[in-house]
């Protein structure tokens, strides 16, 4: 984000935004203006996740990382 | 007005963070940071085995900063830490971080987990189609979590790229991190030798 915006002449460029995933119109005026995006709108992993988030745990406890 | 309250000032530094799904190559990332230079915050109780001969790097408190054990962190600056991806959301927003974000083929890491949790004795009780489509969808949403997150700044590694040649990943992490590495060093990590879960051996 922060080198996009450090870019002169650059207001918005879609170059680099592979790794934003979910990118939204509403991310696109804190793009333009090097702003961190709004997170007002978006859950914790844990809780987006869904009904798989337990078998993701469980695959990780198994593993020993949780 | 901190010595007065009795609390402790943040780190000046941020706090480099290893992170991704495990077997995704965070070990060896995290081998290189110590290599280079780094000082890695780990309480060595997982030891070497032969999942990961060079060590896992880990420390216990990481699993537990879900449970509120984060006093640690503290003390982390400048610093390097592995914490896999699910636990990425307990990290407290009061410190900085820099996180080095290790991605591997799906099939690989799947692969290697397998292996693992064979060595471990353990069995899944989900198949590893419906795993790799959790998987899929954690890193769906953890990605748009990261680039959120105003104390986080993230670059993402690609272990099968960096396992063919490592020096230029290693000069990007330390323009990435801003600190001083020893990048031949740390090029001389990543092994083919280790690179034993490939899709084609299973």
Do not use: C
């Amino acid at each position: 984000m922060r080198s996009i915006a450090k870019k002169i002449g650059v207001t918005f460029a879609n170059r680099d935004l592979r790794d934003f995933g979910a990118i939204s119109f509403r991310d696109i005026p804190f793009l333009a203006i090097g702003k961190h995006l709004d997170q007002s709108h978006i859950k914790p992993p844990s809780k987006a996740s869904g009904d798989g988030q337990k078998d993701l745990e469980d695959r990780l406890k198994g593993l020993g990382y949780l | 007005m901190n010595k007065l309250f009795g609390k402790k000032p943040a780190p000046q530094k941020p706090i480099i963070v290893v992170s991704g799904l495990p077997r995704s190559g965070t070990s060896m990332m995290m081998k290189m940071m110590a290599e280079g230079g780094l000082s890695v915050v780990t309480d060595e109780l997982r030891s070497a085995d032969e999942d990961n001969p060079n060590g896992y790097y880990e420390l216990e408190a990481v699993k537990q900063m879900s449970a509120g054990n984060v006093a640690w962190l503290s003390d982390a600056g400048g610093k390097v830490v592995k914490v896999i991806s699910a636990l990425l959301e307990h990290l407290p927003s009061e410190f900085s971080y820099k996180i080095i974000f290790m991605e591997r083929e799906i099939k690989e890491i799947l692969a290697s987990q397998q292996k693992m949790l064979k060595h471990r004795s353990e069995s899944s009780q989900v198949d590893d189609a419906e795993i790799e489509a959790q998987f899929k969808k954690h890193l769906s949403v953890i990605k748009p979590w990261l680039v959120r997150q105003p104390n986080m700044e993230v670059m993402y590694v690609s272990y099968n790229d960096m396992i063919r040649d490592a020096a230029p990943f290693s000069q990007k992490i330390r323009e990435f991190l801003g600190v001083p590495l020893d990048v031949s060093q740390m090029a001389r990590i990543p092994s083919r030798d280790l690179y034993r879960n490939r899709k084609v051996n299973g």
